[in-house]
Every structure is written in structure tokens, then in C-alpha cells.
T-cell receptor
Framework: AQKVTQAQTEISVVEKEDVTLDCVYE???????LFWYKQPPSGELVFLIRRNSFDEQNEISGRYSWNFQKSTSSFNFTITASQVVDSAVYFC????????????FGAGTRLTVKP | KAGVTQTPRYLIKTRGQQVTLSCSPISGHRSVSWYQQTPGQGLQFLFE???????NKGNFPGRFSGRQFSNSRSEMNVSTLELGDSALYLC????????????????FGAGSRLTVL
């Protein structure tokens, strides 16, 4: 069965600090996709990144970077030089197979960036 | 391109009533999924519709149902409301077709927040 664990319930940092959000997943499938979504107070989940199980390359997008390690079943998300606008709840999610919309979400990590 | 639109955004019902929520997907997207978000259970998958057919279903009682129309718009219905049905209901759409079309990247709407009294 698929499962996603985000052990950090809440994180609070001061602006310009770097912060890493942890995500550990469980799956028996060899083909799966991992995602990160951001949920600001407005409620809408905003897609940040998708990785498939065959691509362990780390990715950087501006201040955001992702570290995917199959050996430890982790898909961690780092925000460099955090800003107040980064304050939100961040969800890691797992989808098994290619066309499966039954995404399992972690419990989310609430990030608060203080000025 | 317009995003995923959900209506109504907020609603209040009483126990025993029923409710219908609507979702208009991104133009061209044929797959619509529904999720329930509560503080206790987090985000849980309800069901997915593709080309007017339910393609996948989560572990929810039969009181939760949905449908999809020929224009890909979708509705979900909850009958005999219970206090525990109070939640944010999120709709998400994607192309849903075969590779390589944007595989399973869901675009979410802002949600319908249901309060059951």
C-alpha cells in the first residue's frame, strides 16, 4: 500500500533562512510519481513539481530545489533564502502507476516565514 | 486559460440534508477528480471521472457520489449529511489521456468549503 509521511507538522523560520521539508514514501510499485504541492491560505493546491520513479536527478527551480533518493525513499524539498510569501502548507504526494489519480498525500507541513 | 472553477465556494447545511458541488475543469481536460480535506484525515481521494465514466473510487460510503457531463464539467453529491462531512472539497482536473500528455499532474480548484451543522 502506498503511504506518504511528512514528519514535520509545523516549521517556523525567519526570512532569508533556508528550510528543508522532509517527505518519506512507501510503495511496492516500481513505477510511481512523486509530487509537491503548495496550499496558501486561499485553499487552492498549487503544483510545484513532479518526479517519476525512474528519474532520480535532483532539480532546482529558482529558490526551490528537490532531492529525490530512492535508496531512502525520500523526496525532500528545500527553499533557499525563504520569503514571507513562502508561508503556506506544503504537501508531498505519491501516485502509483501512470494514469492513477488516487494520489496519496502526506499530512502536510505548515511553513511560517517571519519577517 | 481559465483554471479549475468550483461553486459554491462556501455553504452551510444541516444534518440530513444533501448537497451538490460543481466543478468546471480547465478547457480540454477530460479527467476530473474530487478530494476531501479535513483537519483530522487530511486530503483523501473521493473519485475520478473521465469521459463521463467513473474511473477510480476512494474509500468513501455510498452517500458520496458524482457524475461528469459531456462537456467534462463534474458534480459531486453528498446525501444525508453528517457532521463529519464538514470539509473542504477540492476538485482537480488533468488531461487524463495516454502518454505523453501531461501525465497525472493535477490542477486544483480553490475548493468548496462545506459546513454541516
Amino acid at each position: 500500500a502506498q503511504k506518504v509521511t511528512q514528519a514535520q507538522t509545523e516549521i517556523s523560520v525567519v526570512e532569508k533562512e533556508d528550510v528543508t521539508l522532509d517527505c518519506v514514501y512507501e510503495t511496492r510499485d516500481t513505477t510511481y510519481y512523486l509530487f509537491w504541492y503548495k496550499q496558501p491560505p486561499s485553499g487552492e493546491l498549487v503544483f510545484l513539481i513532479r518526479r517519476n520513479s525512474f528519474d532520480e536527478q535532483n532539480e532546482i527551480s529558482g529558490r526551490y530545489s528537490w532531492n529525490f533518493q530512492k535508496s531512502t525513499s525520500s523526496f525532500n524539498f528545500t527553499i533557499t533564502a525563504s520569503q514571507v510569501v513562502d508561508s503556506a502548507v506544503y504537501f508531498c504526494a505519491l501516485s502509483e502507476g501512470y494514469n492513477n489519480n488516487d494520489m496519496r498525500f502526506g499530512a502536510g507541513t505548515r511553513l511560517t516565514v517571519k519577517p | 486559460k481559465a483554471g479549475v472553477t468550483q461553486t459554491p465556494r462556501y455553504l452551510i447545511k444541516t444534518r440530513g440534508q444533501q448537497v451538490t458541488l460543481s466543478c468546471s475543469p480547465i478547457s480540454g481536460h477530460r479527467s476530473v477528480s474530487w478530494y476531501q480535506q479535513t483537519p483530522g484525515q487530511g486530503l483523501q481521494f473521493l473519485f475520478e471521472y473521465f469521459s463521463e465514466t467513473q474511473r477510480n473510487k476512494g474509500n468513501f460510503p455510498g452517500r458520496f457520489s458524482g457524475r461528469q457531463f459531456s462537456n467534462s464539467r463534474s458534480e459531486m453529491n453528498v446525501s444525508t449529511l453528517e457532521l463529519g462531512d464538514s470539509a473542504l472539497y477540492l476538485c482537480a482536473s488533468r488531461d487524463g489521456g495516454l502518454p505523453p500528455s501531461g501525465a497525472n499532474v493535477l490542477t486544483f480548484g480553490a475548493g468548496s468549503r462545506l459546513t454541516v451543522l
